[in-house]
């Protein structure tokens, strides 16, 4: 029997730290189930259970996240399944940020009060416009294959923003952009719309992933490695060239710019956030926010920190580009979702402010107010989102400015609510968005930014004028006569609106707590 | 006898490195002129083996007992008139016959013939070229070749050869998913996809009298193999791309003289590659079925060699003589939902055999493994659910359940009519005919 | 015999090629030669890719630019990586491009209307621009590069395809791992975007229940007989005749029969010859 046991060569397996990524197998471990459940239950159970285990998924991950916050843990943190994934203190912050936005869009996507069977299309597969898809308008069920894909892409997202070497960055980058493309083409109502985001969505995140890809392998041919680590060493000798480094730097860059919708790289924002049914957009504008500039963060942090006086000048470009574009265009637009959308593109710059406020001793005071940020403006929109979802006509989404003229009158809790966030959104005291904006900028200026602070400070100003302009819409306008209703939302959106106005609240009185949880520790290199 | 084969493992490699190029080149022509040879020889022999099945004579004319029929059709292929229909894609039209044979003869450079032999004084080994990734040269090739298939269907500028593309098309990716499979145990057993490590592996034996043959050992695989690559080659019972009753002649429809001769040539001599294949992965190659003997050695290799592709040869001349041709989607069922999940269990058991054979794990431990996965097994065949009850209302029928007419032959009382109006058609207009041509 | 070109070529029969797995790690010439040949091959094919009119030829281009790289990929130490693209690429991501291709037909070409302004002339230049900009930076950068082959990699370990594996159990593990994931994804995204649910409506009937039913109905099981076809006429009103000669029921073809004669006789008289002439000056087939 010497066939049975001959040539086994034995190789050694890489140690895994399971309590420290228990919340990451948790979301993947969760999305396979979801799909198993989706084959064997019957259509009409699927909702609930899909909905109680992406739910209870949500809970158990932070649960282990918390337990293994507070439990003996090294303090620069972990790096795990042979360097793969590092569990650090940022890693931590965003996980536990990520797990918590998507509690909240969760509970949008699961909304079925708002619109009956909820905003997602019953079966996609049949053709807009076609007498089934007439038929299936009036059904109540849904796609309910939304769930795993969210939790596929919340477990990518997670994975990125912890993720140690370029090649799992990658994958995850496509873990997390995959189900997006996919749910963004799944709106009941304005299928074409949608189905045209999907597209968009999906080409344009294509190239951008081969950019990154493009970028990868340069660096590889530069360091000889993936590892961000080792980037970051071969770039602290001298004897390589440069060029394969700062073209790899460039395309990498590129790739993660696109994600994040900054600057000249955001041309998919505006139709994708449209189009897309609005849970999903609010998913994406919450969560692949904060995911994309984790990994920005991480990369130019860790492997990218000595170099960054060659690099800055041109992130420094990006992000006076992306907020001018965000402010300017954002003025012109006539569509709520095109609005948040372009203002999404002016946070990005905000953000990306943040993000290159390295100084030249080594530290990085960006990534705490970053990573602030981050969570401050996650549950800005995820509000906001969940409140344009209840303005309604017989058409669904009632999304024209013009539609929502006189909203006050109508509605005057859904306005106020709605104003409130828009003043977070514009950064006004008292809201956490200005909590954020002073950090970032206070980061900035310390690391020797002046001028860029200056140039985001116009921005901000420029793009207060169209928040307050909705603002006045909704307040002293006469409401038209066939204008839209306030749907009064069931528990899920309350909930969920809910959670993102006190937030945005409670971070604008108190933000000490999470500023300095924020601030605990910085990014394992 | 229990040979360590570890020590062969890489020694073809070796021994194939010292060929001078005059012994590859003869190599190359013996490869070449082999599989021509077992091309005409395979076609008369599926003609006679057939006809005997179907008690007629077979080709008898040409040559002694008929046996040199199919060189008298080759040639007479080549000289007929070569036909571009109208609406054909001029180049790709000319390509795809020329893709589909080259890869062909390409697969057939990685399969050991024989062992080690003496060739006109060199010590060598009767195979052309020992890749490391031997097994993965017949993957790629035969998925080069179906380029051939598809583009000569898309070529022709017709609807039939277009649809037996199509199918083409997707048959061989659905069956070469099932075959890939199916080879992935063999490997983890060899711990090489080299192919003359592969029918090293084999030389010992199992229990000290059976042969190490990996179709005894891995017999799932070798079932699962074997259905694929009957899949892979586009034969009946699976020759859906060429199925004449709907489709006239399918992709090579619209082909004619050396070009569909060329087709022809490519699909024979793809069942004796994947038959080769067969042999070495999991028959024991140019073994002997008993091993440490004379006849074991050198040149006897070849015959032992050439005896078990003609077994598997055979096996395919059997099958068009008797199985009808599937319909389309239960070919693909029998692909996706039969052959690629029993292929990817018995590849985890196969695993997980193989990790508890390595790991020397006690009888105990073993036991609770079996346990776990009868548990396993039992849970499964609980939740699927019940065949359907067979209704036994509605008319009693005559034998096993199936409709049949009734034995004793009467005829139905009240079979019902249908009731037709007859229109009076007139006496003298009933030959309808041109009149005036009739005188 | 002793003639030199008789020599030389039993000289160059007489040498051994270089052994399957080199322990070298230079570039050999055959080495070389091959590059030269393959590099323009592949580019080629790109270029080809590009500008083919046909979307199936495009495709093709495509395919020679992958079998060049797969080829490129073994000379260079990498048989593994080498024949996975062939079998991965060529022969299932390009086969269900053709796919694909063939099922849209080969006629129908894409819309060349240019949607926005000058883009094809900005893409080009902007895409030469890129290219020529990549191609003159790594070119250079590339000469400071220290080439490093694989003969240690490619004998020690299990060889090529062992270390291949052992590098995605270990280092690689949990990118590896994730992929499943990506493939979860897309096999759920192609579920979502082309399966229509039967939603309730009971299952279709199979073949064997489609013949019990038939059975059970007591109708007649095999196929009625078809119209008559004689000499004079293959009208399917023409009626089957049975062997005494008298008229089958059974072919008649309700409708037709159902007709009254009457408003079908001009065609009668047309196929009878007794209705309206042609002009005599009118241009007649042939009177022989």
């Not at chain 2, 490997?187 to 199992?206: K, P």
């Amino acid at each position: 029997m010497n066939l049975l046991v001959a040539q086994a060569q034995q190789i050694e397996a890489p140690q895994i730290d399971y309590g420290a990524i228990a919340p990451l197998l948790v979301v993947l471990g969760a999305a396979c189930m979801s799909v198993l459940l989706e084959a064997l239950l019957p259509k009409h159970q699927r909702w609930a259970v899909q909905l109680v285990l992406t739910l209870g998924t949500l809970v158990g991950a932070t649960g282990a996240l918390i337990f293994y916050a507070t439990s003996e843990r090294p303090a620069q943190g972990v790096a795990t399944l042979a360097g793969a994934i590092a569990v650090d203190s940022p890693s931590l912050f965003l996980w536990a940020t990520l797990l918590v936005l998507a509690f909240g869009s969760v509970l949008l996507i699961a909304d079925r009060s708002v619109e009956p069977g909820g905003a997602f299309v019953a079966q996609a597969a049949i053709r807009p416009g076609t007498i089934q898809d007439r038929a299936q308008a009036t059904k109540t069920g849904m796609q309910t294959e939304v769930f795993p894909l969210t939790l596929f892409a919340l477990g990518g997202m997670m994975t990125f923003v912890a993720s140690n070497d370029l090649l799992t960055m990658f994958v995850a980058l496509e873990v997390l952009s995959l189900p997006l493309y996919l749910m963004c083409g799944l709106a009941r109502r304005r299928r074409l719309l949608s189905q045209e985001a999907a597209v968009k969505y999906f080409l344009l995140g294509a190239f951008a992933s081969a950019f990154f890809l493009y970028g990868v392998a340069l660096l590889y041919g530069y360091a000889g490695s993936v590892k961000l680590s080792a980037i970051a060493t071969a770039a602290a000798g001298t004897d390589r060239s440069d060029t394969l480094l700062f073209a790899g730097f460039g395309l990498l860059v590129v790739g993660l710019l696109f994600k994040a919708a900054v600057g000249p790289f955001h041309s998919w924002t505006p139709d994708v956030y449209q189009g897309a049914p609005t849970p999903v957009t609010a998913f994406m504008a919450a969560c692949t926010k904060v995911a994309a500039f984790g990994g920005i963060l991480r990369v130019l942090t860790v492997a990218f920190e000595n170099t960054q006086w060659e690099w800055r000048g041109v992130l420094y470009g990006v992000a006076v580009v992306s907020m001018v574009i965000g402010a300017v265009l954002g003025l012109t637009q006539t569509d709520v979702k095109r609005m948040i959308a372009y203002s999404s593109v002016a946070h990005a710059g905000f953000l990306l402010i943040g993000s290159i406020a390295l100084t030249p001793e080594g530290t990085a005071p960006g990534v705490s107010a970053t990573l602030f940020y981050l969570l401050a403006y996650g549950f800005t929109t995820i509000a906001a989102f969940g409140i344009v979802s209840l303005v309604r006509n017989s058409d669904g989404e009632a999304t024209h400015l013009s539609q929502w003229a006189g909203l006050a009158k109508r509605s005057p809790i859904v306005a106020g609510v709605f104003t409130f966030l828009l003043l977070a959104l514009a950064g006004i005291p008292l809201t956490s968005g200005f909590i954020g904006k002073f950090v970032v900028f206070s980061a900035a200026i310390e690391a020797g930014l002046a001028p860029l602070v200056v140039i985001a400070l116009v921005a901000s100003a420029v793009a207060a004028f169209f928040y307050l302009r909705v603002i006045v819409l909704m307040y002293f306008s006469e409401p038209a006569p066939d204008g839209p209703t306030v749907t009064v939302p069931g528990a899920f959106t309350t909930i969920a609106i809910t959670l993102g106005a006190v937030v945005t609240l409670v971070l604008g009185l108190w933000p000490t707590f999470v500023l300095d949880w924020a601030g605990t520790g910085t990014f394992l290199s | 006898m229990t040979k360590n084969f570890a020590a062969e493992i890489g020694d073809t490699a070796k021994l194939l490195a010292d060929d001078p190029i005059w012994l590859v080149l003869i190599k190359v022509v013996g490869i070449f002129a082999f599989l021509v040879v077992m091309t005409l020889f395979m076609i008369n022999w599926e003609r006679k083996v057939v006809a005997r099945m179907q008690h007629r004579p077979g080709p008898n004319r040409v040559g002694p007992n008929g046996w040199l029929q199919s060189l008298a059709d080759g040639l007479k292929l080549a000289f007929k008139e070569d036909i571009r229909p109208v609406l054909a894609d001029k180049w790709v039209f000319f390509l795809a016959p020329v893709i589909s044979c080259i890869p062909a003869f390409l697969a057939f450079s990685v399969i050991p013939l024989a062992g080690e032999v003496n060739m006109f004084g060199q010590q060598t080994a009767l195979q052309l070229v020992d890749l490391p990734v031997g097994v993965l040269v017949v993957l790629a090739c035969s998925s080069i070749g179906v380029y051939g298939i598809v583009l000569s269907g898309w070529a022709s500028g017709s609807p039939y050869p277009l649809l037996g593309a199509l199918r083409s098309a997707a048959q061989v990716i659905s069956y070469e998913i099932a075959m890939g499979l199916s080879i992935v145990a063999v490997i983890m057993f060899t711990g090489s996809m080299s192919t003359g490590d592969i029918v090293g592996a084999q030389a010992s034996t199992v229990l000290g009298f059976a042969p190490g043959w990996f179709g005894l050992l891995l017999f799932p695989s070798f079932a699962i193999y074997v259905v694929s690559m009957v899949g892979e080659t586009n034969r009946a019972p699976f020759d859906l791309p060429e199925a004449e009753s709907e489709l006239v002649g399918g992709f090579h429809t619209e082909y004619s003289s050396l070009k569909f001769a060329l087709f022809f040539l490519a699909e024979y001599v793809n069942m004796v590659t994947v038959s080769a294949l067969a042999t070495t992965l999991f028959l024991g190659g140019y073994h002997a079925p008993w091993s440490g003997d004379f006849l074991n050695t050198g040149w006897w290799g070849l015959l032992w060699f050439i005896i078990k592709t003609l077994a598997f040869l055979f096996l395919f001349i059997w099958l068009r003589g008797t199985l009808p041709r599937l319909r389309y989607d239960q070919f693909m069922k029998l692909g996706w939902k039969v052959l690629v999940p029993t292929s990817l269990v018995w590849i985890m058991a196969v695993a997980v055999i193989r990790t508890g054979a390595i790991q020397q794990l006690s009888t105990a431990q073993r036991l609770i493994a079996l346990g776990v996965v009868v548990g396993l097994v039992l849970l499964v065949s609980f939740l699927l659910p019940d065949k359907k009850v067979q209704d036994t209302k509605g008319v009693p029928l005559a034998g096993s359940g199936f409709p049949v007419p009734p034995l004793d032959l009467a005829v139905p009382k009240s079979a019902p009519k249908r009731k037709v109006k007859v229109a009076n058609i007139p006496k003298d207009t009933a030959a309808v005919t041109t009149g005036k041509e009739a005188e | 015999m002793s003639l030199p070109a008789v020599d030389v070529l039993s000289q160059f029969l007489a040498q051994q090629p270089e052994p399957v797995q080199r322990v070298v790690d230079t570039v050999t010439t055959g080495e070389a030669i091959a590059f030269w040949v393959l590099g323009p091959l592949a580019l080629a094919g790109a270029l080809g890719m590009l500008f083919a009119r046909n979307a199936v030829h495009s495709a093709l281009w495509l395919v020679v630019t992958m079998l060049s790289l797969g080829v490129l990929y073994m000379i260079q130490q990498a048989p593994f990586l080498g024949f996975v693209q062939i079998i991965v690429y060529t022969g299932a991501i390009m086969m269900l491009f053709l796919f694909v291709l063939m099922m849209v037909g080969r006629d129908s070409s894409d819309s060349v209307v240019e949607v926005i302004r000058g883009q094809r002339l900005a893409a080009a230049l902007l895409g030469i621009g890129f290219a020529v900009l990549m191609v003159g930076s790594v070119g250079r950068a590339l000469t400071s590069v220290q080439s490093k082959g694989l003969a240690e990699a490619n004998t020690t370990n299990g060889g090529n395809v062992g270390n291949i594996g052992t590098k995605l159990f270990t280092d690689y593990l949990f990118a590896f791992e994730l992929t499943s994931a990506l493939l979860i994804t897309a096999a759920l995204g192609a579920m979502i975007l082309a399966f229509v649910g039967r939603d309730g409506k009971p299952a279709r009937k199979t073949q064997k229940e489609l013949v019990e039913e038939r059975f059970q109905e007591g109708k007649r099981v095999g196929s009625i007989p078809g119209p008559g076809v004689f000499a004079t006429a293959n009208s399917v009103a023409t009626p089957a005749l049975l062997p005494d000669g008298s008229v089958s029921e059974e072919s008649l073809f309700e409708v037709i029969e159902a007709t009254d004669s009457s408003t079908l006789s001009d065609d009668l008289a047309e196929v009878a010859g007794t209705g309206h002439q042609p002009d005599s000056h009118a241009l007649k087939g042939s009177e022989s």
